[in-house]
Structures are given as structure tokens and as C-alpha cells.
């Protein structure tokens, strides 16, 4: 059997990534002790009825007691706070770490409230699913995935690698990166694409008021993708749009500029263009197979009522 990575694992906030790291931890035996709090009474009770921690706390004061490990999983907007009530209960030593989906942000909210002699690595695992809450986690989720962790200047490297050791340990694939380029590359990656995704469902709801339930009952698989990443938990998306607010302004102006050239070509027949734009999309989708990121299988892989 293998040690442990971290005798402690305090996981606050208790969703989809807190779970799924509960499970993947378990999975590797690589925590002595998984404590978990969040901050609905309802919320805890799930959590204990299908036993996710080895204890789940009544205050985040009371889980991140002796704790080896900290991991903030809760909005971006929530990490500030949540770190400001847990930092004088913080053991000499420790590291903190948080899984959201904005790091500059959560760096200049959270930083300040690190005490002297414990560490701060963010992290942010580029894994996930429409669902929330504590019973949507599972074990395989981070499964050659990527993990990048995005340390501040003058962090201790030791700490850097612990972390790495862990999240290796829950399966994925671990880089590290600034925290302005990886909001950069999220914007592109993942925030815009969510935000078209939210308006183009926006736009077939309107539309369905004319059409009846056509929408919905031709929706082909494009559509009903669309529909997915719209279900996503709305709040976590809100924060992630407030405190990524210049790469995304940025992403969707060059995307609105690719939008009108389309448009136009549509407009004059220009078939060359569409046809090229097309195919240099199609390129990358292989890339992204090639990469290991996905499947060339039909439906993505997906069973068909996915
Ligand atoms: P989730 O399933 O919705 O769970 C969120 C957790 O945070 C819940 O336990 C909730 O507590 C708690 N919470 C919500 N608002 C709070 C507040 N104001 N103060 C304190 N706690 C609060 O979310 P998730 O998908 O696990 O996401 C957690 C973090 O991971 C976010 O920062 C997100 O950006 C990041 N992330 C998400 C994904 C994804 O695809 N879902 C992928 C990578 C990273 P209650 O249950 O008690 O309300």
C-alpha cells in the first residue's frame, strides 16, 4: 500500500470538484483523513449520508483544524471570504490550494489572508460536468486530465510538488502556468465558448415561442451540446464571468469580428471563404483526438440518451 500524500485533506465546499476529489483521494489512499465542510446544513447531511469524508464538520473552522492540506472548492467569488474565516484556524505549515476557474482573481483575493508559514498553491483541474453538488462527484473525473497549478512567486517548491504528487495521484496530467496566460487560455478554452453556448440556448428558447416545440423535438446533436453546457451551475459561471472579465471581453471581441466576416461571406456567397474557415476548423478537432482530450468515437463517445 502507499503513504499518503497528505496526512490531513480539509475539502471546503462540498460540489461536483470536492467530491470527485473525495472519491479520487479514497480511490488512491492518498490522504490518512478527508474532512469536509459546506456551508448548508443540507448540504452536510447529504454529504455524510453517503459517507463522502472521514468527517464532515459543522464549521470550516472545525475541518481545517490540523489540517495538511486545505482545498478552497467553492465559487470564485466565495474563495476571499471563505479564506478570510479559515485563515487563524490554519495550522503552521500547511497549504492551501482552491480549484476555481479564475486564478488572478482568486490570487488577489485570497493571498492576502495567507498567514505567515503556510503556503499557497492554486490550482485549477480542467475537468467537469453540468452537475453540482455533493452526490455528482466520481472518482474518474480528473482521469488523464489536466490539473495546472498556477504558483505565486516565492512559493516553496516542496509544496508545489506535494500538490503535484496528489492531483498525479487522482489521475491527471499536471502543468504549470501563469495565472494571466491561463485566463487567457480559459477565456478561449472554456468561458466564451460557455457564454455562446448560454446565449445560442437563450436564442432557441425565444424562438421556440414561435415555432411551438419544434426546437426541442428536431434538436440534433449540436443543439443538444449547446443545451448541456447551458445547464451548468449558475452560479459558478456568474463569478467566473465577473473575475475573468478582460480575457473574456477580449475573446468574445475577436469572436463577434470572426462572426461579421462569416456573416458577410454568407451574405456575398463567398464560398471560398466559408470553405477555408471550415477547414482549418476541422484540423483542429483532430488535434484535439490526436491530444487525447477526446473521442473520434460517433456522439463523442456518449451513450445516445447523453
Ligand atoms: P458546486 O457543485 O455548485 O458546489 C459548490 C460548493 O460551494 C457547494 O458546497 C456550496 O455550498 C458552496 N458554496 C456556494 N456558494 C458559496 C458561498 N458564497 N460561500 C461558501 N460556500 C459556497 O460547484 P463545483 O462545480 O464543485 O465548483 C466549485 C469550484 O470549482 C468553483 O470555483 C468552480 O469555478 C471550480 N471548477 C468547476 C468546474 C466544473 O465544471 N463544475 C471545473 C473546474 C473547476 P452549499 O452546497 O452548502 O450551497
Given at each position: 500500500m502507499t503513504q499518503p500524500v497528505y496526512d490531513r485533506i480539509a475539502l471546503i465546499g462540498l460540489g461536483l470538484i470536492a467530491s470527485s476529489m473525495a472519491h479520487a483521494i479514497r480511490r488512491g489512499n492518498l490522504a490518512g483523513e478527508i474532512t469536509g465542510y459546506a456551508r448548508s446544513e443540507a448540504t452536510r447531511e447529504t454529504a455524510r449520508r453517503i459517507n463522502l469524508c472521514d468527517r464532515i464538520c459543522d464549521t470550516a473552522a472545525d475541518a481545517v483544524e490540523d489540517a495538511d492540506l486545505v482545498v478552497l472548492c467553492v465559487p470564485v467569488g466565495a474563495m476571499g471570504p471563505v479564506m478570510e474565516e479559515i485563515a487563524p484556524k490554519l495550522k503552521p505549515g500547511a497549504t492551501v490550494s482552491d480549484v476555481g476557474s479564475v486564478k488572478r482573481h482568486v490570487i488577489e483575493a485570497v493571498q492576502p489572508h495567507i498567514p505567515q508559514g503556510v503556503h499557497f498553491v492554486p490550482a485549477h483541474p480542467l475537468a467537469g460536468t453540468e452537475h453540482s453538488g455533493p452526490?455528482?462527484?466520481?472518482?474518474?473525473?480528473?482521469?488523464n486530465r489536466w490539473c495546472l497549478l498556477v504558483p505565486v512567486e516565492g512559493t516553496d517548491p516542496d509544496a508545489v510538488e506535494r500538490l503535484r504528487t496528489l492531483w498525479e495521484g487522482m489521475g491527471a496530467n499536471v502543468d504549470e502556468m501563469d495565472a494571466d496566460h491561463h485566463d487567457l487560455v480559459l477565456a478561449v478554452t472554456s468561458h466564451a465558448p460557455h457564454l455562446i453556448a448560454y446565449t445560442m440556448v437563450g436564442v432557441a428558447d425565444d424562438l421556440r415561442r414561435v415555432t411551438d416545440s419544434e426546437v426541442i423535438k428536431y434538436s440534433a446533436a449540436g443543439f443538444r451540446d449547446f443545451t448541456r453546457i447551458a445547464a451548468s451551475d449558475p452560479t459558478m459561471w456568474r463569478d467566473v464571468f465577473l473575475t475573468n472579465k478582460d480575457a473574456t471581453l477580449e475573446i468574445l471581441g475577436r469572436f463577434t469580428e470572426e462572426l461579421f466576416a462569416l456573416q458577410r461571406a454568407i451574405r456575398t456567397g463567398d464560398g471560398e471563404h466559408l470553405h477555408d474557415y471550415f477547414t482549418r476548423t476541422r484540423a483542429i478537432r483532430r488535434g484535439i483526438i490526436e491530444a487525447g482530450q477526446d473521442t473520434a468515437a460517433p456522439n463523442f463517445g456518449r451513450g445516445t440518451k447523453s
Amino acid at each position: 500500500m502507499t503513504q499518503p500524500v497528505y496526512d490531513r485533506i480539509a475539502l471546503i465546499g462540498l460540489g461536483l470538484i470536492a467530491s470527485s476529489m473525495a472519491h479520487a483521494i479514497r480511490r488512491g489512499n492518498l490522504a490518512g483523513e478527508i474532512t469536509g465542510y459546506a456551508r448548508s446544513e443540507a448540504t452536510r447531511e447529504t454529504a455524510r449520508r453517503i459517507n463522502l469524508c472521514d468527517r464532515i464538520c459543522d464549521t470550516a473552522a472545525d475541518a481545517v483544524e490540523d489540517a495538511d492540506l486545505v482545498v478552497l472548492c467553492v465559487p470564485v467569488g466565495a474563495m476571499g471570504p471563505v479564506m478570510e474565516e479559515i485563515a487563524p484556524k490554519l495550522k503552521p505549515g500547511a497549504t492551501v490550494s482552491d480549484v476555481g476557474s479564475v486564478k488572478r482573481h482568486v490570487i488577489e483575493a485570497v493571498q492576502p489572508h495567507i498567514p505567515q508559514g503556510v503556503h499557497f498553491v492554486p490550482a485549477h483541474p480542467l475537468a467537469g460536468t453540468e452537475h453540482s453538488g455533493p452526490e455528482a462527484g466520481f472518482a474518474e473525473l480528473y482521469d488523464n486530465r489536466w490539473c495546472l497549478l498556477v504558483p505565486v512567486e516565492g512559493t516553496d517548491p516542496d509544496a508545489v510538488e506535494r500538490l503535484r504528487t496528489l492531483w498525479e495521484g487522482m489521475g491527471a496530467n499536471v502543468d504549470e502556468m501563469d495565472a494571466d496566460h491561463h485566463d487567457l487560455v480559459l477565456a478561449v478554452t472554456s468561458h466564451a465558448p460557455h457564454l455562446i453556448a448560454y446565449t445560442m440556448v437563450g436564442v432557441a428558447d425565444d424562438l421556440r415561442r414561435v415555432t411551438d416545440s419544434e426546437v426541442i423535438k428536431y434538436s440534433a446533436a449540436g443543439f443538444r451540446d449547446f443545451t448541456r453546457i447551458a445547464a451548468s451551475d449558475p452560479t459558478m459561471w456568474r463569478d467566473v464571468f465577473l473575475t475573468n472579465k478582460d480575457a473574456t471581453l477580449e475573446i468574445l471581441g475577436r469572436f463577434t469580428e470572426e462572426l461579421f466576416a462569416l456573416q458577410r461571406a454568407i451574405r456575398t456567397g463567398d464560398g471560398e471563404h466559408l470553405h477555408d474557415y471550415f477547414t482549418r476548423t476541422r484540423a483542429i478537432r483532430r488535434g484535439i483526438i490526436e491530444a487525447g482530450q477526446d473521442t473520434a468515437a460517433p456522439n463523442f463517445g456518449r451513450g445516445t440518451k447523453s
